[in-house]
């Protein structure tokens, strides 16, 4: 079974912070997601990577950075929080290689982020 | 135009009957066809995939695919109100490559009344 873990369920920060999200696979999938889902507004991506050290924007990037250092962990910054950063975010991974299905999406359980 | 589109629903059904949830997606290239269900709190998971038009059927999920239409939809039989839920639809971009990047719609809430 493919496992997705994110490193906290739940998280309070205050205005300003530096805040770091982690998420790890463990099906040695080249591609990995950040996504952000909000009432009303579906699933938005922030930023992906297809490889290590490799990162592409997504539709809403600002405000964000991410890191990949190793193929299995993928880490979603938030530079300075805001309270408009307030939302669930999502990780997901898949394999590449071209063929139909695999770019089917595994998510992790998600994170509750409070910005105060 | 949105890339993927879906009825937002509620889309309300007794338990028992067939649920028809439906997709529209805007690129013709598109090859890959998902549908996640979302409970709520909770993060995605995948119910079918889809490649080649027709149906396929698991269990009591039947995904259907017209690629000419630019259509698929997802029928649930027997809807239980444990199927109460958040659908969501999921089409494989436009030059994604290798990058498995996916263009989700934002969903059909589903509600099975008992």
């Known amino acids: 079974d493919v496992k997705v873990t994110q490193s906290s369920r739940y998280l309070v920060k205050r205005t300003g912070e530096k805040v770091f999200l982690e998420c790890v696979q463990d099906?040695?999938?080249?591609?990995m997601f950040w996504y952000r889902q909000d009432p009303g507004l579906g699933l938005r991506l922030i930023y992906f990577?297809?490889?290590?050290?490799?990162?592409e924007k997504g539709d809403i990037p600002e405000g964000y950075s991410v890191s990949r250092e190793k193929k299995e962990r993928f880490s979603l910054i938030l530079e300075s929080a805001s309270t408009n950063q307030t939302s669930m975010y999502l990780c997901a991974s898949s394999s590449s290689g071209g063929r139909l299905g695999q770019e089917t999406q595994y998510f992790g359980p998600g994170t509750r982020l409070l910005v105060l | 135009q949105k890339e993927v589109e879906q009825n937002s629903g509620p889309l309300s059904v007794p338990e028992g009957a067939i649920a028809s949830l439906n997709c529209t997606y805007s690129d013709r290239v598109s090859q890959s066809f998902f549908w996640y269900r979302q409970y709520s709190g909770k993060s995605p998971e995948l119910i079918m995939s889809?490649?080649?038009?027709g149906d396929k059927e698991d269990g009591r999920f039947t995904a259907q695919l017209n690629k000419a239409s630019q259509y698929v939809s997802l029928l649930i039989r027997d809807s239980q109100p444990s199927d109460s839920a958040t659908y969501l639809c999921?089409?494989?971009?436009?030059?994604?490559?290798?990058?498995?990047?996916?263009?989700f719609g934002q969903g059909t809430t589903l509600q099975v009344k008992p």
């Open positions: 889809i490649y080649s038009n």
């Open positions: 099906m040695d999938h080249e591609n």
């Open positions: 999921a089409v494989n971009a436009r030059g994604s490559g290798n990058t498995g990047k996916l263009i």
């Open positions: 990577s297809y490889d290590v050290k490799m990162k």
